[in-house]
């Protein structure tokens, strides 16, 4: 049996996201000791990590709802699984792509960057007229 605290550090998930993720539904809040004491057991343990790593990986609240559901059906086809999985690459990679354009844009305005005074700023101006930005490419 574990207290709120040691699950905190065994699975290294803050205690006010254990509490958000017990109101979630996605673990269950174990009865209250005599000492009004919640304990956790090895399973609500086992849960926690298998959400941490998972919230690690991107998934949404939503994905990992979904997939502890498929969990509990272990002679299921995984096809569900998968599909939830490949979603969620086809996320990190759109994400990906837009952190490249991103990159791209601030390497562009940082190399235009030549002025010695605010008023000479190319990222400043870049930054206040976005219109400039996008047609200068």
């Known amino acids: ?10 699975t290294g998930v803050k205690v006010p996201t ?3 993720y017990e109101q979630m539904g996605l673990i269950f809040a174990p009865d209250r000791t005599e000492g009004n004491q919640r304990r956790y057991e090895k399973q609500q343990l086992e849960r926690l990590t298998f959400i941490r790593h998972a919230r690690d990986l991107g998934f949404p609240i939503e994905a990992i709802r979904a997939l502890l559901q ?6 299921e086809p995984c096809s569900t699984a998968d599909k939830i999985a490949r979603d969620q690459l086809a996320d990190v990679r759109d994400k990906i792509a837009k952190l490249r354009k991103l990159e791209d844009e601030l ?3 940082v190399s235009h960057c030549e ?8 990222v400043i101006r870049a ?3 976005h219109g ?3 047609h200068e490419h």
Do not use: A, K, Q, W
Not at 1 to 10: A, D, Q, T, V
Not at 115 to 122: E, I, L, N, P, S
């Open 1 to 10: 049996m574990y207290s709120i605290g040691e699950l905190s550090r065994r």
């Open 18 to 20: 254990i509490r958000y």
């Open 70 to 75: 498929l969990s509990r059906h272990p002679e």
């Open 107 to 109: 390497e562009r305005i």
């Open 115 to 122: 002025g010695h005074t605010v008023g000479d700023c190319y």
């Open 127 to 129: 930054l206040s007229d």
């Open 132 to 134: 400039l930005c996008e």
